[in-house]
């Protein structure tokens, strides 16, 4: 049984309290950092989910339609369905039966519509149009309204089971409209509204009253808010459409007077966002997509169920988000691992070598070695244990609960450091082996000891070199991938601080043959403690994993710009409504005569087209636009230009030339391929040139308008493109209906969607921290050699070394470490940075097709890093100059003889 000599180790505490209570503090920032991250990164999952479900909308909602069955009658005329109401309300019914319990729980009520076409209103020039709505929360309620005039609408007859001839008389249809529209329609209760379809076939539509809604935030009127409020441009720029309120009543009687393809009927299942976390959602996707595959096919004119939702899509993306930041947060964290652990083993060594004579007395006054390594792990665990629990606990109150997957291998490690190197001083300074006195025994003494550190410093590099070519090759989700750049970081840095000796050794010679003394004694102090290996290494590692860290944040901003550039394509893009769309050209039209606009292209643009090339189906989004002009306007944006091959605006016969690019090459100049049409015919295109990457997604196709035409290609501009400060107010100007997106808002969105900003959030944390503990290692090297630094300038001094000229030697002493610091850390951050930005897949989170360029702020990175680094250097030398300073004359003598 091993016995510990209590006395001693209550004594070594308290003489070495200040080192101590240091490791003590960098112990419980880690296991702060280290403890809060995988709660805050489960927490920053879950909110992410939460919100691209409500930045999705619309997308993230489930939609089910389904065809009206025949309401023919017994002599061939339609007949009345006094009950369609109930059978419209079994539709919500049964598509609620089909979903899976899981996804029931993650969406909201669902709301049934019933939506007629929109239907031109006769009685002015003014362009407005009128379409009938029923609605029908899945709680079996309508949305609650006052009737502020006459009555709800009611049936158009007592008759129950009457049948009307298909070519009769349009069949009445009772309606209610709100205040607002009543007002802007000059409508009485009573009033008849004139409407006809685009066919110039009339319909009756009469206004049985006026009402007010009870909640005007009833989510059901979010889905056809013109049936509150005049809408404008929804059919057209300059159009206004009005909506027309339809009852269980009445509802029977639009079936009536519209075709089955004129009136559509369906449900409406937005999702919960509130319910939602990252967990479930995984499970929900799986749902979502089984729906959707046992959907029946659009083109099916029967009364099956039609599902359609890209709910899966969004959390598909987001999955891919996730599992792109989750590695990224390894990366940083074993980084500021590696950093801690070199500066706590610098801590260490300074106990260590305060301790020196010490454990030596005790060594040769019969201790044993397993006793002091026992008595300093007492103390080792005694100092880490409550830090690393007092970290964990400020995690656990910051965050909610702590993680210990990464605390408890950097806790055992740190708790070895001391107990390592104070056992191998002890052994070392009690060992009888004698240096033999053969010279060529001492010769081979000094080979195996390169050729050990030899050994070492190869298996670092190697495992360094396996790390990256894992990451690079298999991706960051490999378990050594992570450890890549704080490998590195250590290799490279061991291979730099072996360089340290013969680089102060060089500068010696040359001080040699210089008159300045103080650049001698600098130099000489440098030389003798250059083969301190710890301290450099320390220093050097964690400013460039700093500077790693800040590479990261720098890049990943400039990608959040030109990612927003390439999902919008200009300043401002504008999707018209399908019903909308043949107003494109005027509105392009105007917002290009507009101040502030620079530009200004319509183009049509469909997201999902399917071409086929050698018998395989390709789905890309295919432009189709006046390519001269949209070159001009892409020559005024950071993206990549529009080439101009010859043959692009001209159809060669029966083929249409077309730019491409796809992400798995599958397309690529000199390919011929084709565009199938509904009509059993193809448009056959070549592929001349390589198309710019242009919205979401690396699939791209570029066609001219003009060689589109002349192939018959359909051309019904759908989007407008406007670049120039004023581009998005120009578009907001003209009251167009369709959506609007904003570079601006499309980078600001990403900026501060959760994942992005806690990642950002983390790199700013890591290289702040990992700065710190670089400055924390340069401090503790130079409080290491401060009594063989005193004792130097002391024998100095007694030779007429003035105090202000010990400074300058005391500085010359340490600036190897902060220029080998300060010149190649931030050196060594950029290279990682560039080796490892394709494998951690910044794009994924920056929205870009390709890996964003890496962007090193130099300016930033090397001011702060040698400020820093002078600052720590002044000071400690200052610091030490105050304390030789009280150092009375006899200490210095006894010192100098």
């Known amino acids: 049984m091993i016995a510990l000599h209590w006395p001693s180790v209550r004594g070594r505490a308290r003489a070495d309290a200040g080192p101590l209570l240091l490791v003590a503090v960098v112990v419980a920032v880690v296991a702060l950092l280290a403890g809060a991250t995988p709660p805050v990164l489960r927490a920053t999952s879950d909110e992410a989910t939460r919100d691209a479900v409500r930045r999705a909308a619309d997308d993230a909602a489930v939609r089910v339609e389904a065809d009206w069955p025949d309401d023919y009658g017994p002599t061939g005329g339609r007949q009345r369905a006094p009950l369609l109401a109930q059978d419209v309300a079994s539709l919500g019914h049964l598509a609620q039966d089909d979903l899976s319990p899981e996804l029931q729980a993650a969406l909201q009520t669902p709301v049934t519509t019933v939506s007629s076409i929109s239907m031109a209103v006769t009685d002015g020039s003014v362009q407005r149009r009128l379409q009938l709505e029923y609605l029908r929360r899945g709680d079996g309620g309508d949305p609650r309204v006052t009737w502020v005039a006459g009555k709800a609408p009611g049936p ?71 049936l509150l409020q005049p809408a404008a441009n929804r059919d057209g720029l300059g159009s206004t459409r009005f909506g027309g309120l339809l009852s269980d009543e009445s509802l029977p009687d639009a079936r009536l007077a519209f075709r089955s393809d004129q009136l559509r009927r369906g449900v409406r299942f937005d999702a919960d966002p509130d319910k939602l976390t990252w967990a479930s959602a995984q499970n929900l996707a799986d749902s979502v997509a089984t729906l959707k595959g ?93 830090a690393a629990a007092i970290g964990l606990a400020l995690a656990a109150v910051l965050t909610g609960s702590a993680s210990l997957i990464w605390v408890l291998p950097f806790v055992v490690l740190a708790i070895a450091a001391g107990p390592a190197f104070g ?28 050729l050990r550190r030899a050994a070492i410093d190869a298996a670092v590099v190697l495992l360094a070199v396996g790390a990256l070519v894992a990451l690079r090759q298999r991706g960051i989700e490999t378990g050594l991938a992570s450890a890549a750049p704080a490998l590195g970081a250590l290799a490279v840095s061991l291979l730099l601080v072996r360089l340290l000796p013969p680089a102060t050794g060089a500068v010696l010679r040359l001080s040699l043959r210089s008159r300045r003394s103080l650049g001698l004694f600098a130099a000489a102090r440098a030389a003798a403690t250059s083969s301190r290996m710890l301290p450099a290494l320390a220093v050097t590692t964690a400013i460039a994993l700093a500077s790693f860290a800040v590479t990261l944040q720098a890049t990943t901003d400039r990608g959040l710009s030109d990612g927003a550039w390439q999902a919008v394509g200009a300043d401002a893009r504008l999707t018209v ?55 001009r306007l892409l020559a005024g944006t950071p993206l990549p230009g529009l080439p ?28 011929d391929f084709r565009l199938p049409l509904q009509t059993n015919s193809a448009i056959q295109m070549a592929a001349i040139g390589v198309a710019p990457a242009i919205g979401t997604g690396e699939d791209v196709i570029v066609v001219d308008v003009a060689a589109a035409k002349a192939a018959g290609l359909d051309w019904e501009p759908d989007t407008v493109w406007a670049t120039g400060s004023g581009a998005a107010a120009a578009i907001r100007a003209t009251g167009a209906d369709g959506r609007l997106v904003t570079r601006a808002e499309v980078a600001e969105d ?49 030779l007429g070394l003035r105090p202000r000229d010990t ?6 002493e340490l600036l190897p470490v902060a220029v080998v610091a300060a010149v190649s850390g931030p050196l060594l951050g950029a290279l990682l940075a560039w080796l490892t930005l394709g494998p951690l897949a910044l794009n994924v989170l920056t929205g870009q097709v390709a890996v964003p360029v890496t962007v090193v702020p130099w300016w930033t990175v090397e001011l702060v890093t040698v400020g820093a680094l002078a600052a720590v250097l002044l000071a400690v030398v200052g610091g030490e100059s105050v304390v030789r300073r009280k150092r009375r004359l006899g200490d210095v003598l006894r010192v100098s003889s």
């Open 156 to 226: 158009s007859t007592s008759d129950d089971s009457i049948e009307i001839p298909l070519n009769g008389a349009p069949w009445p249809i009772h309606v209610g409209v709100s205040e607002a529209e009543a007002a802007a329609l000059g409508v009485r209760p009573g009033d008849r509204i004139p409407v006809q379809d685009d066919r110039r076939t009339p319909y009756d539509v009469r206004v049985s009253g006026i009402f007010r809604p009870v909640d005007p935030g009833d989510p059901a009127w979010r889905l056809v808010p013109w």
């Open 294 to 386: 046992l959907s029946a096919v659009s083109a099916e004119r029967d009364t099956s169920l039609k599902w359609a939702t890209q709910l899966d899509s969004v959390l598909r993306d987001l999955r891919n988000q996730i599992a792109t930041a989750t590695p990224q947060a390894s990366v940083l964290l074993l980084a500021l691992l590696a950093g801690a652990l070199l500066v706590v083993s610098l801590a260490a060594d300074l106990l260590t070598r305060r301790r020196t004579t010490a454990l030596a007395t005790a060594r040769q006054r019969g201790a044993a070695l397993p006793a002091l390594a026992a008595e300093l792990a007492v103390e080792s665990v005694a100092v880490t244990v409550p």
């Open 423 to 450: 056992t191998l001083a002890a052994a070392r300074a009690t060992r009888d082996k004698r240096a033999p006195a053969n010279r060529s025994a001492r010769r081979w003494a000094r080979r195996t000891v390169r």
């Open 577 to 631: 409504g399908l019903e909308a769309s043949g107003s494109t050209a005027d509105i392009a039209t105007r917002v290009a005569a507009a101040p502030g606009v620079e530009a200004a292209v319509p183009a049509r643009v469909v997201e999902s087209e399917r071409f086929i090339a050698d018998s395989t189906s390709i789905v890309a989004r295919l432009i189709v636009v006046d390519t001269a002009a949209f070159r």
């Open 644 to 671: 101009a091959p010859a043959g692009l605006t001209a159809a060669d016969g029966d083929t249409v030339p077309a730019l491409v690019r796809t992400g798995d090459g599958s397309l690529r100049p000199g390919l």
């Open 750 to 798: 990403r900026r501060t969607a959760p994942l992005t900003e806690g990642l950002v959030r983390l790199y700013v944390i890591a290289a702040v921290t990992l700065l710190a503990l670089g400055l924390l290692g340069f401090a503790l090297a130079a409080a290491a050699g401060a009594p063989e630094r005193w004792e130097t300038l002391a024998r100095l001094r007694t």
């Open 807 to 812: 400074h300058r030697v005391a500085a010359g």
